[in-house]
Each structure stands twice: as C-alpha cells, then as structure tokens.
C-alpha cells in the first residue's frame, strides 16, 4: 500500500493520543516499549488460557464497532473471533453499507458510533480518515491498517518471532521489497523493541523519509540500501509483503507492471534464504503471491513461521482490545 508520506519528520504519527482517558493503539512509535510489551504479555497470557486475574471474559458487555474501508480476512476474523473471545461483541460495517457511502463525514460517524460502542477499529484507505475518527470520537480507535502503517500486523510479528527464536532485543531482521506501510511499522517495532533492521528497497520505493528522521532521532538500528543479500546476510528473520495491494499499484505514480519490474530482484526464493542464519525464520503478513514477492519453497517450507505468524493476530489483538478497554 502507498505511503503518502509521514506528519512530521522526527515525531510519531499521532502523539500520545489516549484524551479523555482513552486509550488508543494507532501506531507503535506513540507507545512506550513498556506499555507495548504489557500488550504482548496481555496477548501471551490469553493465548495459553491463562487470563490475568483469571476472568476468561473480562470485555462482557462491551461491543467493538469495526469499519472496513478495505477488504480483510485476517483483521476482521481476528478482532471479531478475539472479542466474542473476551466476551463482547462485534458490530460489522463496511463503506458501503454505511451512511460514509452516501458522503456522511468520518466526524460525523465518529460522534455517533461512540454513543453505540465502547471501541472502534478502523481499516482505512487514508490515515486521514484515521486521524478524524480520533479527534471525533470519545471511545478508543484501533488502527487496524491505514496507508501509512499496520502497527496491529507487527505485534503479531513481535510475538512469532519470540515465540520461535526468543527475545528479539538485540537481534537482526530484514525486510526485502516494497517500503510500504508494513516496512513503516517495521521501522518503528525496531525503536521500540530495540532490534536491528535492514532494509532493501529499490530505489523509488524507499520508506518515506518522515519514519527513516523518526526513527535516526530515536537512536534505531535501521539500514536501508538497494541490495536484498546485503540486508538479508546472516539475519534471524526475513520479512517481505505482497508487491500488490488490493489488486492495486501501491504508488500512484506506478502501474502493477512498472512495481513488478522494480521488486523482482527482491524475490524471497531459496538462495536468499540461505544467506541468512540457519535457525532464520521467514515472516509475510499475507495475502502473498507465490511466484512473485516469495517462493513456494520458502513460504511453505520449514523456516516459514507464516502460519504462526496468521494465528497470532488472534491473540495479540486480544491483548490490544484488553488493554484500550482495561
């Protein structure tokens, strides 16, 4: 997906944001390491049916209004299938279902829906429209994928990663492809859990530079070059994402034609893998296209912790919904 670009260079997208003692998950880089890692433990903890104080249901009686912008499998089976979990419940609405179809302002819907609900998620095709929905409601919002980030996807990650390899502190993972809103999430899990990140990117796909001055002011291990081995060479994970979004170019200026072109050279297939560490594991938020940014060999080979990976954005979204709701 396209990143347009950040707010302002060497600060978070959002600020603290939580007013009114909300407590908003919008992007990792507005959340101390602390505060993201008791996210995790919330997670951890649900996922082994180990719940803390021991109420396996502890968001009874609260709904969780989800509005879809774009298509979902994952975010939406995974909020809707964690919050029945947690006792609550769900309402479903898409773009066209709604009144913002027929032109009804994000403001205005916002206002609305926080006198229905106790949380909103949102999976949007403008952080704009991200950006509205928190200055307009009074209940938390989840961000659940804008253009510009998908902080929900990363925790999912963080989690597999330490499920499989340990503390990811101090380790190194690589990105090879398109920096787009995943790679940006990316950067920002490298502040914030303190792992090292490198980056390969042709070069008019670069993340933006606002997250690149964010990240550099922070004191992050981040690296970007053009050289997928370069990146990948003895790394303890290697990450990649769907070169095409939606059945979309991810750049406005850029045909599907022109990105293929410019990615093929970031191909995750065998002999990339290999320059990585042996116990290396391969992580892909999915949708993916074997053949194209991965292959098959990889994705559905043993160091892939793909599965993993899909089955913990059940279990870290419970934690997030527990913690804006605690």
Request: aromatic share 6%; net charge negative; with cysteine.
């Amino acid at each position: 997906m396209a990143l347009p670009g950040t707010t302002r260079a060497n600060e978070p997208a959002f600020g603290n944001g939580g007013g009114g003692g909300r407590k908003h998950f919008l992007d990792l880089a507005d959340l101390a390491p602390a505060t993201l890692r008791e996210i995790l433990d919330l997670g951890a903890a649900f996922k082994r049916a180990a719940p803390p104080g021991g109420d396996p249901a502890p968001l009874a009686g609260k709904t969780l209004a989800m509005i879809f912008e774009k298509p979902s499998t994952r975010t939406r089976v995974s909020f809707e299938v964690g919050m029945r979990q947690l006792g609550g419940d769900v309402v479903i609405l898409s773009h066209s279902e709604t009144q913002l179809g027929r032109g009804e302002s994000i403001a205005d819907t916002a206002r609305v829906l926080s006198r229905y609900v106790d949380i909103i998620m949102l999976r949007t095709v403008s952080v704009a429209h991200l950006e509205e929905m928190v200055q307009h409601a009074t209940v938390p919002v989840i961000n659940g994928l804008s253009d510009r980030s998908h902080p929900c996807q990363l925790m999912a990650d963080i989690m597999t990663f330490e499920e499989r390899l340990g503390p990811i502190a101090g380790r190194v993972v690589a990105w090879t492809g398109d920096g787009n809103n995943v790679a940006a999430s990316w950067i920002e899990a490298a502040v914030r859990f303190g792992f090292t990140l490198r980056l390969a990117c042709p070069e008019p796909l670069r993340p933006p530079a606002g997250v690149l001055d964010w990240a550099a002011s922070e004191g992050g291990d981040i690296t970007v070059t053009i050289d997928p081995k370069d990146a990948v060479s003895g790394a303890d994970c290697v990450v990649t994402d769907t070169w095409l979004s939606m059945g979309e170019g991810t750049g406005e200026d850029r045909s599907p034609e022109e990105r293929i072109e410019l990615l093929t050279p970031y191909r995750v297939d065998d002999g990339l893998m290999a320059l990585a560490k042996p116990d290396a594991i391969f992580l892909h938020c999915l949708p993916a296209s074997r053949e194209r940014e991965v292959a098959p060999s990889v994705i559905d080979g043993p160091r892939s912790a793909v599965w993993d990976e899909a089955e913990n954005r059940l279990h870290t979204q419970k934690g997030i919904l527990s913690w804006c709701l605690a």
